[in-house]
């Protein structure tokens, strides 16, 4: 009983100086934030509505319109080489995904004007197990839009009069 109350002292503790576990998305100024892709069909601005339905965001306010629209103008991943093997094969790779985004006020006033947020992982790739290779670039781009997505919802989340 006493192990169960200390818990949640500091529990409560942690939450009262604004800690939250990394990873979570601290909701206070995204309701009403309405997402849209402006380039065609981007999966991060897919991922940025998943993200923010999963946190119970509405993307309207309780009048039924929304307070703002996160616009994603483009998305893009490039990959280049690094090293180069004995072998005159490429052996490391980075991959650089970038996302430009507007925030625009319920007029279409720009709030936050464009911006372009970017994050970037290496990877080795193994000559030998092709398939395997490919798969874990797969997963590190699907890594680097969660990290480009978290940015975003952070950016968003601080402007004046959320």
Same mark, same amino acid.
């Given at each position: 009983?006493?192990?169960? *109350? !200390?818990?949640?002292? /500091?529990? /409560?503790?942690?939450?009262?100086?604004?800690?939250?576990?990394?990873?979570? !998305?601290?909701?206070?100024?995204l309701?009403?934030?309405?997402? #849209?892709?402006?380039?065609?069909?981007?999966?991060?601005?897919?991922?940025?509505?998943?993200?923010?339905?999963l946190?119970?965001?509405?993307?309207?306010? $309780?009048?039924g319109?929304?307070?703002?629209?996160? =616009?994603? /103008?483009?998305?893009? +991943?490039?990959?280049?080489?690094?090293?180069?093997?004995?072998?005159?094969?490429?052996?490391? +790779?980075?991959? /650089?995904?970038?996302?430009?985004?507007?925030?625009?006020? $319920?007029?279409?006033? *720009?709030l936050?004007?464009?911006?372009?947020?970017?994050?970037?992982? !290496?990877? !080795?790739r193994?000559?030998?197990?092709?398939?395997?290779?490919?798969?874990?670039?797969?997963?590190?781009?699907?890594?680097?839009?969660?990290?480009? *997505? =978290?940015?975003?919802?952070?950016? *968003?989340? #601080?402007?004046?009069?959320?």
């Amino acid at each position: 009983m006493r192990r169960v *109350v !200390l818990l949640l002292a /500091l529990a /409560l503790l942690a939450a009262g100086c604004g800690w939250r576990p990394a990873g979570s !998305l601290g909701v206070a100024g995204l309701e009403g934030t309405r997402v #849209v892709d402006a380039a065609g069909s981007t999966r991060v601005a897919y991922e940025l509505g998943r993200q923010l339905a999963l946190a119970g965001v509405a993307d309207v306010d $309780p009048e039924g319109k929304p307070r703002r629209t996160l =616009r994603i /103008l483009s998305e893009e +991943f490039t990959e280049r080489p690094l090293t180069i093997t004995a072998g005159a094969r490429v052996g490391e +790779f980075e991959i /650089l995904g970038r996302v430009t985004w507007e925030l625009l006020d $319920p007029a279409g006033e *720009v709030l936050i004007p464009p911006r372009t947020v970017s994050a970037e992982a !290496l990877y !080795l790739r193994d000559q030998t197990n092709l398939l395997g290779s490919r798969e874990e670039q797969r997963r590190l781009e699907s890594e680097l839009r969660d990290q480009l *997505v =978290r940015r975003i919802l952070d950016a *968003v989340a #601080v402007v004046d009069g959320a």
